[in-house]
């Protein structure tokens, strides 16, 4: 059986994308790996998995004021996503997730609720074959507040139509798994039964 397939009926299916729908960290992390040596900002990828969810801009703004190094973030962050988009071709599905999206499609609602953002998320799901497959799709540019706070998650929920606690929540870092708990949605951790590659890159 599916370990990705809903335990309960659900009125409506939100997915995060980097990490749940798409094996996008492995990717990501040598972006910012390769991104941030240019300014002599260390990352390790420990750190990097433990702030999955969060939007580029403020990732860059949290390690350089940790460091004392002087980046202007937004174009830092820009960089990254430039760097991500040239490695975009070694992206692939999350095999589990993608089968319930595809089943559930035209079934339920569903959404996508990320904190990246939308040009690149949309071109993620145009990767993986998937990106006519959702109602709604909520980024970081649409809510103030980013994940652990509930606000992407709630803000799809609304776009769908569907009160919060019917929605189930796909999710693969801690702080998504506490922005769903914080909107009073179930979850399920994807890292239960998926592991990211080891993309071996220089």
Request: a negative charge; proline letters at 7%; hydrophobic letters at 45%.
């Amino acid at each position: 059986m599916n370990p990705a397939y809903p335990r309960r009926s659900y009125q409506a299916l939100i997915f995060d994308c980097d990490g749940t729908l798409t094996d996008s960290m492995p990717v990501h992390y040598v972006a910012w790996r390769r991104t941030m040596a240019r300014y002599g900002i260390d990352f390790p990828e420990e750190r990097f998995y433990a702030m999955g969810g969060m939007p580029s801009g403020k990732i860059v703004e949290l390690l350089a004021s940790e460091q004392g190094v002087p980046v202007d973030s937004p174009v830092a962050a820009h960089e990254k996503e430039l760097a991500f988009l040239e490695l975009i071709h070694h992206l692939v599905p999350i095999v589990p997730v993608l089968e319930v999206v595809r089943e559930f499609r035209g079934q339920l609602p569903l959404a996508v609720a990320s904190g990246g953002y939308r040009g690149i998320i949309k071109q993620q799901l145009e990767q993986i074959g998937c990106g006519d497959c959702f109602d709604v799709l909520v980024t970081a540019e649409d809510t103030v507040r980013h994940k652990p706070e509930p606000d992407v998650f709630l803000k799809a929920a609304e776009l769908l139509g569907v009160v919060p606690g019917e929605c189930l929540v796909y999710e693969d870092s801690e702080l998504g798994l506490r922005a769903a708990a914080a909107a009073g949605m179930d979850a399920i951790d994807i890292r239960t039964f998926h592991r990211p590659r080891t993309l071996l890159l220089g």
